[in-house]
Nanobody, 119 residues
């Protein structure tokens, strides 16, 4: 059974940094287009960053230049380095990926990790 587990969230002051991690476990053959989304209460979940085919990163305009997405294939882990954090970055952050196993390919979500940017 495939699972995605996020970690690294927390409380940080404006201008600070956090690094989120998303570790995938299970009998995984490949992880495709991993990405990070975020959601605040009352709003739709929105894309933050994603690694597209060809390992090309794609960022929301609101985070471009401040956030960096990266992956470690050996560890089945995706990271989101968040710098120059702003109060409007406060949200629950979810990782997402299309994962192939020997039996099937499916879209998976993590359980979410809270990021709060406040002084």
């Amino acid at each position: 059974q495939v699972q995605l587990v996020e970690s690294g969230g927390g409380l940080v002051q404006p201008g600070g940094s956090l690094r989120l991690s998303c570790a995938a476990s299970g009998r995984i053959l490949s992880i495709n287009n991993p990405g990070w989304y975020r959601q605040v209460p009352g709003k739709q979940r929105e894309l933050v960053a994603r690694i597209l085919s060809g390992e090309i990163p794609n960022y929301a305009d609101s985070v471009a230049g401040r956030f960096t997405i990266a992956r470690d294939n050996a560890k089945n882990t995706v990271y989101l380095q968040m710098n120059s954090l702003k109060p409007e970055d406060t949200a629950v952050y979810y990782c997402n990926a299309i994962i192939a196993t020997a039996q099937a390919m499916g879209t998976y979500w993590g359980q979410g990790t809270q990021v709060t940017v406040s002084s």
